[in-house]
């Protein structure tokens, strides 16, 4: 029999998907050009063209064996030397190879992570809004997951909440920065706060509460500014990084798992994240894109575009009167809707070719969010159809 819980998520498929597979077929109708789809989060810019000439090389250059066997399971022993390295060297965190575990992007980062530090029922939380895909990667390891509410003023953590919400069955802290959807960092003083009070109910409750920090957007980040690296502050953190958008390279996926060297066992947490990978079929990414990390070294895809298109957006959205906190970093800008229902202003932004996700899918009701990983000229000639649609309905 086909398992019939899988079977039943057919009923639930993801909202972002299904308007991104809309405008596909709108577009076939109007002219793409003609559907302004802030739907989905997919890089809108070109990988360096280092990484593509690394590949170019590797295929040139190496023994065809060497190129297409397997890697260790914990990852090819080069690519993990060097990512060791370039976070010592990044962030002044004396890493190791052996706290680094290769993975096949942040999804599959998140779900070596989920199943390390819990077991069936624990309990794992995280704050709105959030990215939803958490529901399901979590439900399948048996753990909880509880949900602070967003804090909708500025987007950083809803502390009273959080407080309130702990107990010794929580094993985990998922957080997100810079965010998909709200494009917030957190700052500082979060970080901090979070981690005071985690330290503290490690010794109240006689266990570790680990950080799983989600960092694909960890370096797109605006005005200049950096965004903090949660290691810094805490020592049961566990980064999860996808080279998807810093690198622009989501269909590669690639990325990995960085452990504190302070963290509990972060001698043998890849080690068993390489058990892990036995029970959940994650096995070895791609050695090409291990090599390839390896030769590229540290390099960025031109990120400005993003910053200019959220400084447009952002701009018309305040001058036609929306309640929306400025995006800090990602690709990503969460406005509160003209209406109660962010799913009905949805549909009827739908109307008028405008493509946005209701903020229900992301835990926060009455928001929506807009991708603008998509081109300058296009966001510009979207912000007249957006003025349209709001005077038309709303004014």
Sequence with gaps: MINQEFKAMLQGKSVIRELSEYATARGQEIGYENVFDYSLGNPSVPCPEGFTQSVIDIYKEMDPMDIHGYSPSLGNTKARE????????????????????????????????FRLVTKPGDEIIGFAPFFPEYIPYIKATGAKFTIIPANTADFQIKFDEFEKALNPNVQAILINSPNNPSGVVYSEETLRKLASIL????????HEIFIISDEPYREIAFDGKKTPYP????????????????????????????????????????????????????????????????????????LSVYETNANIIYNELVDLGFEVV??????????????????????????YDLLLVPG??????????????????KVKRSMPVLRKFVEECYR
């Design 360 to 377: 229900d899918t992301f835990g926060c009701p009455g928001y929506f969010r807009m991708a603008y990983c998509i081109d300058t000229e």
């Design 199 to 206: 330290e503290a109910k490690q010794k109240e409750y006689n």
């Design 231 to 302: 290691s810094h502050y805490y020592d049961n953190t566990i980064s999860c990084y996808s080279y998807s958008k810093g690198m622009s390279l989501p269909g590669e996926r690639i990325g990995y798992m960085a452990f504190n060297p302070k963290c509990v066992d972060a001698d043998i947490n890849a080690i068993i994240c390489g058990q892990i990978s036995r029970g959940i079929g994650h096995n070895c990414p791609s050695a090409t894109q291990q090599l390839a990390i390896t030769r590229t070294g540290f390099k960025l895809a031109d």
């Design 326 to 351: 400025k995006p800090q970093g990602t690709f990503y800008i969460f406005p509160k809707a003209l209406e109660e229902s962010s799913i009905d202003f949805c549909n009827k932004a739908k109307e």
């Design 82 to 113: 060097y990512l060791a390295g370039e976070l010592r060297e990044r962030f002044n965190i004396p890493y190791e190879t052996k706290h680094i575990f290769m993975t096949s992007g942040a999804a599959s980062s998140l779900a070596h992570a």
